[in-house]
């Protein structure tokens, strides 16, 4: 029997969708407003959902305690209140778009869990614009 737990996390960050190789025009032009030079920021919604067998021991799929602090380490203490450009590793050469950063999400936690837990990642840029990612 399978069964899902997710945890939901918010976290504020600025970014700027920009591509070097292209010119000022075509950055502009496709990606309008996230291309100001001077950043803008989200209210990011991250909800990460863990999938797998109920462990009969102990009755969790996976202890909510645990992957709250893994969220808190891995997540919110890198990316919250983070121009992601100029602050993270991950995006001085990727664009910080909301696909590259739920991407980049998965992948950092991935590795801190165990491998028969399928990992979900969905994140929120705006109430009406997410992505999700499933590795």
Not at 19 to 41: A, L, M, T
């Amino acid at each position: 029997m399978q069964v899902t737990v997710c945890r939901k996390e918010h976290f504020n960050a600025a970014h700027r969708l920009h591509n070097p190789e292209w010119s000022d025009e075509q950055n502009q032009w496709v990606f309008g407003k996230c291309n100001n030079p001077h950043y803008h920021g989200h209210n990011y919604e991250l909800i990460v959902r863990l999938t797998g067998e109920i462990d009969p021991r102990t009755g969790y799929v996976y202890d909510m305690k645990i992957l709250s602090d893994l969220m808190k380490r891995e997540i919110l203490d890198t990316f919250d209140h983070r121009n992601l450009n100029l602050d993270t590793e991950e995006f001085r050469n990727l664009n910080p778009t909301a696909e590259n950063i739920a991407v980049v999400i998965w992948n950092r936690l991935r590795p801190h869990l165990e491998e028969h837990l399928t990992l979900s990642v969905t994140l929120y840029e705006t109430e009406r614009n997410f992505v999700e990612y499933h590795g």
